[in-house]
Every structure is written in structure tokens, then in C-alpha cells.
């Protein structure tokens, strides 16, 4: 059987008068931390170099070095360690300047012991979620950087050196290219691997928002501004201060809006819906669109002003069926993710899938091709996918689908497996030359390839070939 040790939290109380020392420490005992104490905040000091604490207790009166002094130190050399003061009826303005100083909280004498337990249980939740919050953004950095996008494709290379470059700076970026090629991933790529990490990144999804609530969603409001507004409300721009502010689908954004949007571009200053504060937010924008703006603008639906606002530092990204170098790749990497995420041990994709997903249209592409994987990992019962879910009519019967030597090489491909789908395609190929020279007549084509009508059909559902489009 695993035992499981919990942490005892550790806690330091500083005070000259024994008595709440003792009586402090018992509390605290009974409710399962872990208490030291000392008389000083020389005494404490010293603790402090050789012990780790959770919290400290600390009393604002003391001789030599007072309390104020001891949280100066500890705000100076152990920053993480929140400190909670106690102090006399007599002393509450001192106490209040002790929590201006950056003390958590503070305690009057004589302690209340429930308000003690509730303050110091307070205290030590909070440093816990501070810790679960770095850990999280930490977690997610690593899931951002440049290592875990993958591609072999040169133009994709090339991308991915100048966003590196872009994601240390500040400017505006414009983030161009169809549904699904990864517009979001780059822009937390730029995000997480930019000054601002450790802040917030922000999404606005400018198509989901309904036009007469768009600038209240993105600016805010005050009390009173509408019916509803019972009270002011932070905006995106106002929760993204600090970090980036990730405008997805910009093309969609009201035109009654573009103006409010277009200063805030311009100073980094806007107004809630209702009020007359002028606020400011330090805010990065990306934005990204699937549309033609350019277009939207001779149509009268988008502000040339604003578009060159966005348009500093435009990247477009290349649709899958471009860079179909990626498609093995891509596959593998979405295969280990849900491996993971399902606790599945799917090792490896056979040949002739790779040859299917190589000859497909991919419209949805790189996101299509994830949940199509995904759909795949469920459904596997053995260790290899043998088949995947892909629409039947998009497929591209011209190009060659095989993977080449190297792909073949880098993933394992047997030889005998890369032979078969050498094979495989060159059935695919026959059989669809056959469709085009004799219109898609099955007799016609079971005749000159002399098999059976039955083998002609198996092997138009085997390929995913749709007869139709062959028959005039």
C-alpha cells in the first residue's frame, strides 16, 4: 500500500510576550501546522537561514528590531513567504502601514483564536494558489515554445524564425491564413516566448460576440450604462493589461466598433461604454483573420484605418496542402498527445493511412487533421491505426501520395510495409486513369483490367473514390 505524506504547513511566530507565544503556538499545533518560535527578529533572522517557513506571525512592537524591520528583510530575501502582523488596539495605524509595506494581513491583541485559524488558514491558501498559478504558467510556457510546433516545411521554417524574432518586441502582429492552420498557436507562441509570459493572454472571438454587445465585451461598462449594468465591468483590453490581447477573426468586428478600437491602437486608451474616465491599458495586440480584408475595405466593411493599424507585422500562414512534408509529423505528434490524454500505447501509423492523408484536400486543415487523429487513437484497438475517418470526394488523385525514402526512413516504415504502399498507390493510380478513360464504367474497366465487377467496387470503397465525378 502507497502512503501518501501531506505537508504539514511550517509557520514562525515572532514575540517577545510568552504567553501569546504559547498560547499561539497551541492553536496552531491543534490545527495540524508545524509552529517554531523565537522572542525577536534577530532570532528570527537567524531561523530563517537555516529553516524554510510558510508563513511568519510577527509582532509590530519588539526591541532592537521591530516588526516593520523584520518585514522589510523578509520582503528583501524571501519575497514568497507571506507575514501576517499582530499588534496592539493602540498600534492599528502602524499595522495598516505594515500592510502598505506588503504584510498580508494583521491581528490585533488579544487574538480572537477563530480569527486567528481563518487568517492564517487565509494566508496560507493564498501562497499555494500564487505557487498552482507560476506552477500553471509555467506548464503552459513550456507547451508554447518554438520546440513543439512542428513542421519540416521550408516556408513553415522560415515563419517560425521571423516569429521568434517579432514575439521580442511589442509590435502589432497580423496573423493571416484559412481556417484551422494554426493562427492561435502562433500567436500564444508569440506570446509565451515574449517579455510579457507571465501575464495574461487574453482571446477575444470577434465572430461569437453579437454586434450591440461588442464594445461592452471588449471596453467594458459602468453602472447604469444599459439596463442590466448593475455595476462597472472590466473589459478584455482593461483584463489583458500587462499581457497580449489576442483579436482572432478581427474581420468580424462591428464597424460601429473600429473606431473606439482604432484609438485604443493609436494611444492605448479607451472609455467604458457609459463612462467619461479616460483608462489606459498596456496592452500587445495580435490579431488574425481567415478573411480579405483588403476586399472588406473596397466593400465599405472595414476601416482602411484600422487595418493598417493591424497590419504592421503581417504573417501568413501556409494552408496544409502546401507543405504536405508535415502531414507524417504532424500525424505522429498528434498521435503521442492523445495517447496520452485517452491512455492509449498507439505506436505507429500504417503506410497506406499515410498514403491517404497524403492524397487529401484538407480543408480544415492542420485542425482537421488533429481530430481526425483524434477519432483515430479512440477507435484503434491494436497498437497501429489501420484506417482513419476521411470525408470521401476531396482527394487529390493527382499527387503522388506515397511518403518518400526519407519520410519512410524517419518513421520506421518497414520495408515490406513502404513496398505495399508503393503498391497500393499505383492501384490507386491505374484504377483512376481507368476511371477517367472510360467515364466510370465499371463493365468497361472490369473487362480490360479482367476482374470482376465486385473487385472494382471494393476497390472504389477501399480508395474513397467517388465514381460520380467520373461518369459525364
Known sequence: MTVTIKHKASILVVDDDKPFRIATSAVLTDEGYTVQTVTSGHEAVNKLRDHTYDLILSDLVMENMDGLHLLD??????????????????SIETAVKAMKAGAYDYLTKPCNNDELRIKVKRALEHTRNR????????EVSQLYTFHNIKSRNKKMREIFGIVKKVAETDVTVLLRGETGTGKELIAKAIHFN??????SFITVNCSAIPEQLFESELFGYVKGAFTGADKDRKG???EADGGTLFLDEIGYIPYSAQTKLLRFLEDKTFDRVGGSETISSDVRIIAATNQPLEDMIAGGTFREDVFYRLNIFPITLPPLRERLEDIPLLAE??????????????????????STMMNYTWKGNVRELENIIKRAIIQTDGDCINSIDIPAGDHRYENDATPDIETAIEHNIPFKEYMKSIAMDAEMKYLITALKSHKGNINKIAQMMNVDRKTIYRKLSEYAIDIEQFRS
Open 131 to 138: 505557487h498552482a498559478l507560476s506552477s500553471l504558467q509555467e
Open 194 to 199: 515574449s517579455p510579457r509570459r507571465n501575464n
Open 73 to 90: 528583510h523578509i520582503h528583501k530575501h524571501y519575497p514568497d513567504i507571506p507575514t501576517i502582523m499582530i499588534t496592539g488596539y493602540g
Open 236 to 238: 478584455r483590453v482593461e
Open 333 to 354: 505528434h498528434f498521435m503521442e498527445k492523445y495517447n496520452t490524454s485517452f491512455g492509449r500505447q498507439v505506436k505507429r501509423i500504417s503506410p497506406s493511412v499515410i
